[in-house]
């Protein structure tokens, strides 16, 4: 069982692949969080997560989604662990999200059934446009994150199959983590600025003038924020749920969205399957 989340498509692209070398069922966040997120597992199964990283942190959506997950095992008097992974996508480095994101597994309603066994994280396609000199990049240095990605993934996915048979220890050093230079600093205090002052929707406005009303923003925003349609006019709910994740601004075929003055002069990305045929 994978559980994964994706705003631009990056982190859903990477979850069907990792999916497809596994044979393991796929589950949306954004959907499960609208019901119930209570599961029984399989015998043996494993779990897995797939999400992009936010600001060197796990993103807000993911820490809900685990907060109300609740696995149970497939006989309730069996005690054996089942072996998880974690898998996050990122335009660099990672920090020190990897061990928020363990520290917070351990308080998911499982028992003490998992266990995290492999972690890791692949550079894809940047798409956070939010901050000056910060853009998308150049569809040469697309196709070669992504191809350099692949590969990745399919190395992970193999050596997930070996860890799977041995159960060995997990160390975070010597998995696939790009955590990059000072990670505490950047996932501490650079995280902390950027959920503070740089997750808002304040800033998101929409150009009338080009809108068609054509509803995509308000399909593609994870959180229910965007509110969007033949008969009305574009606008932000407002609900205290964005992400900044930029899933709406991206996807409008119209570049009728902006935000603020951050992104006028700057591209559109998100992932189409055609880019890459693995």
Wanted: aromatic share 10%; hydrophobic share 40%; charged share 25%.
């Amino acid at each position: 069982m994978i559980f994964f989340f994706s705003c631009t498509g990056n982190s859903r692209w990477m979850a069907e692949l990792v999916a497809k070398q596994t044979d393991d069922r796929l589950m949306d966040m954004t959907v499960l969080l609208k019901g119930e997120c209570r599961f029984r597992l399989a015998e043996d199964e494993s779990v897995g997560f797939i999400f992009p990283i936010h600001g060197w942190r796990v993103p807000k959506l993911v820490l809900e989604f685990m907060d109300r997950l609740v696995l149970e095992p497939h006989d309730a008097g069996c005690l054996k662990r089942h072996s998880s992974f974690c898998l996050v996508t990122a335009g660099d480095s990672i920090g020190e999200a990897m061990e928020r994101f363990s520290a917070r597994l351990k308080l998911v309603q499982a028992g003490t059934m998992l266990s995290l066994e492999m972690v890791g994280s692949v550079i894809m396609p940047e798409s956070y446009v939010g901050l000056p000199g910060m853009d998308v990049d150049k569809p040469k240095k697309e196709q070669q994150k992504i191809a350099t990605a692949a590969e990745r993934i399919l190395a992970f996915c193999e050596v997930l199959h070996i860890r799977k048979q041995n159960q060995p220890a997990m160390d975070f050093e010597k998995t696939f983590l790009v955590k990059g230079p000072i990670p505490k600093f950047f996932s501490n205090i650079v995280g902390g600025f950027f959920e503070r002052y740089l997750i808002t929707d304040r800033y998101f406005k929409v150009d009338e003038a080009k809108c068609v009303h054509c509803g995509i923003c308000k399909r593609v925003c994870p959180v229910e924020n965007v509110q969007s349609g033949c008969d009305e006019a574009t606008r932000w709910l407002h609900n205290g749920r964005c992400l900044t994740c930029f899933a709406c601004y991206h996807h409008c075929p119209k570049r009728a969205i902006e935000y603020g003055r951050r992104t006028r002069t700057k591209g559109q990305y998100y992932f189409k399957k055609h880019k890459i045929d693995i």
